[in-house]
């Protein structure tokens, strides 16, 4: 049996499949990517598929290459370099909504119209992974959610805090893991206490590389939101916080990014 391809048709397909699942992981994981690196990224994919297409012997190998040699570029391509367990995180995320993607446009082409509606059913299956993944990461931020009770040597603060899964920063002087708090929030505590400030290497926040000002302070109280009254809080005593600017925190419930480890401390 021999099928027809057109290259065209082919390219915009992937084209649009990897900028939908691309856009789709930017939001999950929050990232400040922009818009152009994503359509870039989903240019290359969709072209190097056509190549393999037509240069690889067979389906195999193509499939090989697509999964261990191009997925992998385009995720580091649009959102830039990162530790390995983010990476890996990623790609689980990208596999997953490629496979809601991809039911929603074969469920949808073989029971309600033909290829030619590609572009219907692609936005309608990128507006139900949306809204599933809206509901997830509601699910995600109620159970990541935290009281937090921040102590200085002459006042103490109630935030709210987030659980960040991609938050691995750790102060290199001090061996222990960096949270991340709104820098106004300890204007006034800086300036009366006279806490020292120190700085340390990043590869987040916005930023690909840069140096983060940190700040070790007396200790904190930490409760998970809805554990009720019972629950008795943690102690972490000298927390090292990383000051960040306001942007971070625009649109957001908290005040607190906790680093990844909390739950291990």
């Known amino acids: 049996m021999k099928y027809v391809v057109y290259l065209d048709v082919f390219w915009v397909m992937n ?3 990897d900028a939908l ?4 992981v930017r939001q999950l994981g929050k990232y400040p990517a922009k818009i152009w690196r994503i359509l870039l990224s989903a240019g ?10 037509l240069w690889l012997p067979g389906l195999s190998w193509y499939q090989l290459c697509i999964h261990v040699v191009i997925n992998p570029i385009m995720i580091l391509f649009g959102f830039g370099k990162k530790n390995p367990k983010i990476f890996a995180r990623d790609m689980f995320r990208a596999y997953v909504m490629t496979l809601l993607l991809g039911g929603v446009l074969n469920f949808a082409v073989s029971t309600l119209g033909q290829w030619r509606y590609f572009a219907i059913w692609a936005l309608a299956g990128f507006g139900l992974s949306m809204i599933i993944l809206y509901k997830i990461e509601e699910c995600r931020q109620e159970w990541d959610s935290y009281e937090i009770l921040l102590l200085t040597h002459q006042e103490t603060m109630l935030l709210t805090g987030f659980l960040d899964t991609g938050n691995l920063l750790t102060d290199p002087m001090m061996k222990k893991p960096v949270h991340i708090i709104q820098e106004e929030l300890l204007k006034e505590a800086l300036t009366k206490e006279h ?27 930490v409760k998970r939101q809805g554990d009720g009254e019972e629950a008795v809080p943690r102690l972490v ?8 600017k306001e942007k971070l925190f625009q649109n957001r419930d908290y005040q607190v990014i906790l680093n990844a480890t909390y739950k291990s401390l």
């Open 15 to 17: 084209f649009a499949m």
């Open 21 to 24: 699942v691309l856009f789709l």
């Open 44 to 53: 290359f994919g969709a072209t190097a598929s056509v190549i393999l297409f």
């Open 195 to 221: 806490l020292p400030i120190r700085y340390i290497p990043f590869h987040s926040l916005g930023q690909e590389d840069g140096l983060l000002p940190v700040v070790t302070l007396k200790a904190m109280y």
């Open 237 to 244: 005593d000298g927390p090292v916080f990383g000051l960040a």
